[in-house]
């Protein structure tokens, strides 16, 4: 099982990213999906999560700016956010599990930096 990151990078306060994350060796369709960050000296964070019915779920600290997507026909699960704030800088990480009543997500990708400075 793969879950792969891309689309991090620098971008000033403001600014737009898109994250998308590939997976391989699991039914897509089955899963839920979602992604963490970490910041340097903080908790990890559950930023989002979709599930196989495409029901989505955020974090307060990005409703209204981020948002989750999938398309099963290409295994890949995207984050665009929007109006980044340099609170967002964090390294992103895609995860997958198979049961949405799983507490802990079974698969991590190994992660993608965003960093939000002018």
């Known amino acids: 099982v793969q879950l792969v990151e891309s689309g991090g990078g620098l971008v000033q306060p403001g600014g737009s990213l898109r994250l998308s994350c590939a997976a391989s060796g699991i039914t897509f369709t089955l899963y839920e999906l979602g992604w963490y960050r970490q910041a340097p000296g903080k908790q990890r964070e559950l930023v989002t999560t979709i599930t196989s019915g495409d029901i989505t779920n955020y974090a307060d600290s990005v409703k209204g700016r981020f948002t989750i997507s999938r398309n099963n026909a290409k295994n890949t699960v995207y984050l665009q956010m929007n109006s980044l704030e340099p609170e967002d800088t964090a390294v992103y990480y895609c995860?997958?599990?198979?049961?949405?009543?799983?507490?802990?997500?079974?698969?991590w990708g190994q992660g993608t930096q965003v960093t939000v400075s002018s």
């Open positions: 995860v997958g599990k198979r049961f949405t009543t799983n507490y802990r997500f079974d698969y």
